[in-house]
């Protein structure tokens, strides 16, 4: 849609068995924000609307390991999101959450408009039950073997390694995730959107309507369910946590939380409109609007068959105009997990790097995993904020207000005769709104802000080039100029990077002494998105600008390593986690146990075997004699730091050479819960060299 009247954004509703993490921030939340924020710039009419998801299995899951109550639980969490969405700067119009009342009652009338036209089927079916719990196993209360990629650890209704979304009597060996107990089959009525039934309407709207302007991973992944056929979708649960089912024959069901989820952008906003005066109707409902969904691939299912199904089985509403779904996000080389605490999550962050909104925004973006799967790594968010917002953007703007001080006391000169090269740059400088917004309204974010930085690199070259900090004793008049055309750049940048950068526009208009979108100053100079295209002067002589400020800090080292040290600590507490015990060797007679003689002794001299990583050569005191132990701990202990080390030898064992030292008995090692060896010593400090261990 070329030009819309309104444009309204949904932001994926994050689920409330966590926080937000950089995952969830790269593959949707930082994407739609630049998006609205954008639109905004252009003076469009936008509502941006998301909320928490409380609903479906894994919140009784948590609550069931926590002890609380699910409500407990979306309570909990959706505090910490909301706070992290409105400290990172994602300008949700509004924010809601799916336990609302108004999201109640706007998804129970979907689902009596779609039951009141016959767009349900109602079926008995044999669905899996776990005896023991006395509970139908929906969703994520089974696990089993996928039926399309063969991952054993597949949950009853989507696939997270391939994606495949499936019904639970589909895997392979399930078993409950409540007991462990390879579940029965028991009849159970429910309710199906029969999405057979609109195979050929989602194939001509998607594989032949938007076949040029979806991203080629979403398309893909749709007309790979199309070409597999469409089956009927369970839309209720046998849950008692949810929206009940609010139809005769519905008691002790609730709606499936992929039915009532994407609803929740619509009650999110009937629920703004209400605050702000406004009719919601046009914005869901008028063929003048368009609808863009922004997710992550693993729900690309739902948001491109699934809810446009139930949109178009309704009828009232219009469909999407595009999803540009990104896809994951991985961490240090490894897939981001929130049970395993393998991520950077938003509210730490925070926390951690302050008044550093900006930077994460920009390193997320410049590796947004746009078309494939991308790596988030420490070093390169150091190397992103260091070498790029430091050294280009920042470089640009110190020098310029620097300049303007030291030579002007902050007042804009005026221009003199302009050159060939100023020009084209401010020609250049014109240029950049279309540039970054043709890449904005194709949703190549990524690309959009790699042009932004190319905008900054013009003032920085432009600067170099002339040199005014030379020219000034030689040619004051034509360095008048440079600092009037290097201005109208910096002055750009604070307009152009708002989408992006919207805590650096807001700083760098502050030094610039220019309104800002929330700025409350009178009479003050203001220019929007097209200005910068249109107008011939974005800061005119004789305005006075601010004092120089750091837009941003370097990143130190120390810093970094601290991240790092994190993860390091989240990989050994996993390891610990998962770390399986060995099982009991043969039976040892009791004459074998008293053929090993185990004495307390003492390490005296400790020292590195010449060319090898794993090898000590140690001298200890037996008690019985002083002899040489050779032993594999090089990797777990510097020499200097064992001295004086009580440790238990098997003093019998027959000697053998090792790289030509002959080793004189063992010492005995364990391994600790993070898969550090240690030594078996004893816990009294008063043990003589020598004492048998029986």
Request: aromatic share 10%; net charge negative; glycine share 6%.
């Amino acid at each position: 849609m070329n030009d819309p009247k309104r444009i309204t954004i949904t932001a994926a509703l994050p689920y409330t068995n966590g926080p937000v993490h950089i995952g969830h921030l790269a593959g949707v939340y930082v994407p739609a924000d630049i998006y609205a924020r954008y639109l905004r710039c252009k003076g469009k009419d936008v509502v941006f609307v998301c909320g928490s998801d409380e609903h479906g299995v894994p919140i009784t899951i948590t609550a069931k390991k926590e002890g609380v109550s699910p409500q407990d639980v979306v309570d909990k969490y959706n505090g910490i999101i909301k706070k992290s969405f409105l400290d990172f700067g994602i300008t949700f119009d509004n924010y809601s959450r799916t336990s609302a009342a108004i999201h109640h009652e706007t998804a129970s009338q979907f689902f009596k408009d779609l039951d009141a036209k016959g767009e349900f089927l109602e079926k008995v079916e044999e669905q899996l039950y776990d005896a023991e719990a006395k509970q139908f196993l929906a969703d994520r209360f089974v696990v089993g073997t996928c039926p399309k990629c063969g991952n054993e650890e597949s949950y009853g209704d989507q696939c997270e390694k391939c994606g495949t979304s499936h019904n639970a009597t589909d895997l392979i060996n399930p078993k409950s995730a409540i007991t462990g107990n390879i579940p029965t089959l028991k009849e159970t009525k429910h309710w199906f959107l029969p999405l057979d039934k609109h195979e050929d309407f989602l194939r001509e709207w998607i594989l032949v309507g938007h076949k040029k302007d979806w991203k080629s991973n979403v398309y893909g992944q749709v007309k790979s369910w199309i070409d597999d056929g469409l089956r009927p979708r369970a839309v209720t649960r046998d849950l008692d946590w949810g929206i009940p089912v609010p139809v005769q024959g519905g008691e002790g069901k609730v709606l499936y939380v992929w039915f009532d989820a994407p609803i929740g952008y619509i009650s999110s906003t009937k629920e703004w409109a209400a605050r702000e005066g406004k009719d919601w109707e046009p914005y869901w409902k008028d063929k003048d609007t368009k609808l863009v969904h922004f997710i992550g691939k693993d729900n690309i299912v739902f948001h491109c068959i699934i809810f446009p199904a139930m949109l178009k089985a309704h009828g009232d509403y219009i469909l999407p105009d595009n999803v540009p779904a990104n896809e994951f996000l991985n961490l240090e080389g490894k897939k981001l997990s929130t049970s395993k605490n393998w991520a950077v999550w938003l509210h730490e962050y925070l926390e951690e790097f302050p008044d550093k909104q900006d930077v994460l925004r920009y390193a997320l973006t410049s590796g947004a995993p746009e078309t494939k799967d991308n790596d988030f790594t420490w070093k390169d968010f150091q190397a992103r904020n260091n070498n790029e917002l430091v050294a280009v953007f920042g470089n640009f703007i110190n020098r310029v207000v620097v300049l303007t001080n030291k030579y002007y006391k902050g007042v804009v000169p005026a221009p003199n005769e302009l050159t060939s090269i100023d020009e084209e740059t401010l020609e250049q400088l014109k240029a950049f709104p279309q540039i970054i917004s043709k890449s904005i309204e194709r949703y190549r974010f990524r690309e959009a802000l790699g042009e932004l930085m190319n905008f900054a690199r013009l003032g920085n070259k432009y600067l170099a080039d002339e040199e005014p900090w030379k020219q000034i004793k030689t040619d004051p008049e034509r360095v008048q100029t440079i600092m009037y055309v290097a201005i109208q750049i910096a002055t750009g940048l604070s307009v152009l990077s708002e989408p992006f950068l919207p805590y650096t526009s807001k700083k760098l208009k502050g030094i610039l002494n220019i309104s800002s979108s929330d700025s409350t100053k009178e009479n003050s100079i203001e220019n929007s998105w097209a200005d910068v295209s249109s107008k011939e002067v974005l800061l005119p002589k004789g305005h006075t600008i601010g004092k120089a400020e750091l837009l941003f800090a370097k990143i130190e080292d120390a810093e970094i390593q601290f991240q790092l040290d994190k993860l390091e600590a989240t990989k050994l507490a996993n390891k610990a986690e998962t770390r399986v015990v060995e099982g009991q060797k043969e039976t040892a007679t009791f004459d074998d146990f008293t053929k090993m003689d185990i004495r307390i002794g003492t390490i005296i001299e400790a020292q590195k075997m010449p060319k090898t990583k794993k090898l000590l050569v140690l001298k200890v005191d037996t008690g019985i004699d002083v002899r040489t132990i050779v032993s594999g701990i090089a990797g777990s202990f510097k020499p200097e730091d064992i001295i004086g080390q009580q440790v238990s030898v098997l003093v019998n064992l027959a000697p053998r050479k090792l790289r030509g030292v002959e080793s004189q008995g063992m010492i005995l090692m364990t391994d600790t819960k993070e898969g550090k060896l240690a030594f078996v010593q004893p816990s009294a400090e008063n043990v003589a060299n020598g004492s048998q261990v029986s």
